[in-house]
């Protein structure tokens, strides 16, 4: 038998036990499933660290919104993620979330590397049992929009860093270029300088921003 030690983190207990009905009517003859739940940072935290002294996670469910810890060091599911990649590092990883902008799927992958990611816009429970087993097995595993997003980007000619593509998403979100310093630690010409760049990768003639960040949505960068 295969005793499958699992956490989910949700701040939804109705997802979670939609999440646990799927899986434990889906598992295979020879899976015993153990299912541990957390609402918050803080309960998942103490659940992790209990589990990386006694019996490891192999896989760990994490919704990226959720109540920070009481000491403000976690403040996500991509905090905890973070944490287990240092404390289980045989844990299988999988990112659950509403969040489906390109910005924040290429961070998360590039920050957490997770070996299942989800948008749960795109999940169905035939899609979760499929994915679980696949993540068992051969990992990773992504959903459609998450696939989508990063075949945009490889088959775009175009290179675009960490910093770059945070300029992006900002202008996206209607940040105005005069307040960008608030958020990136640049010089004003340094980022001007950058947006100039961008302009110039995604063939802006107009020199407009609304062109730049129509170009980049275009071509999966947004």
């Given at each position: 038998?295969?005793?499958?030690?699992?956490?989910?983190?949700d701040d939804h207990p109705i997802i979670i036990e939609g999440y646990q009905n799927?899986?434990?009517?889906?598992?295979?003859?020879?899976?015993?499933?153990?299912?541990?739940?957390?609402?918050?940072?803080?309960?998942?935290?103490?659940?992790?660290?209990?589990?990386?002294?006694?019996?490891?996670?192999?896989?760990?469910?994490?919704?990226?919104?959720?109540?920070?810890?009481?000491?403000?060091?976690?403040?996500?599911?991509?905090?905890?993620?973070?944490?287990?990649?240092?404390?289980?590092?045989?844990?299988?990883?999988?990112?659950?979330?509403?969040?489906?902008?390109?910005?924040?799927?290429?961070?998360?992958?590039?920050?957490?590397?997770?070996?299942?990611?989800?948008?749960?816009?795109?999940?169905?429970s035939s899609e979760l049992a499929e994915a679980f087993q696949h993540i068992l097995?051969?990992?990773?595993?992504?959903?459609?929009?998450?696939?989508?997003?990063?075949?945009?980007?490889?088959?775009?000619?175009?290179?675009?860093?960490?910093?770059?593509?945070?300029?992006?998403?900002?202008?996206?979100?209607?940040?105005?270029?005069?307040?960008?310093?608030?958020?990136?630690?640049?010089?004003?010409?340094?980022?001007?300088?950058?947006?100039?760049?961008?302009?110039?990768?995604?063939?802006?003639?107009?020199?407009?921003d609304e062109t730049l960040i129509e170009e980049a949505r275009k071509k999966g960068?947004?």
């Open positions: 038998m295969q005793n499958i030690h699992i956490l989910m983190v799927t899986l434990m009517a889906t598992k295979k003859e020879n899976q015993t499933l153990q299912i541990e739940t957390a609402n918050d940072c803080d309960t998942a935290n103490e659940l992790l660290q209990r589990a990386a002294k006694e019996k490891p996670f192999d896989i760990c469910f994490f919704d990226i919104s959720l109540p920070g810890s009481s000491n403000g060091k976690l403040t996500s599911g991509e905090d905890l993620a973070k944490m287990t990649r240092d404390i289980m590092p045989n844990a299988k990883i999988v990112i659950l979330t509403m969040f489906n902008e390109s910005f924040r799927v290429h961070n998360i992958i590039k920050e957490i590397n997770p070996d299942g990611f989800l948008i749960k816009s795109d999940m169905t097995s051969s990992p990773p595993y992504y959903s459609s929009t998450v696939s989508n997003f990063l075949k945009k980007s490889v088959t775009a000619d175009i290179y675009v860093d960490d910093i770059n593509r945070k300029i992006l998403h900002l202008l996206s979100q209607g940040i105005r270029t005069i307040t960008l310093r608030e958020h990136i630690n640049l010089s004003m010409s340094a980022i001007e300088k950058r947006k100039k760049q961008l302009k110039l990768l995604f063939s802006v003639n107009d020199g407009k960068f947004l």
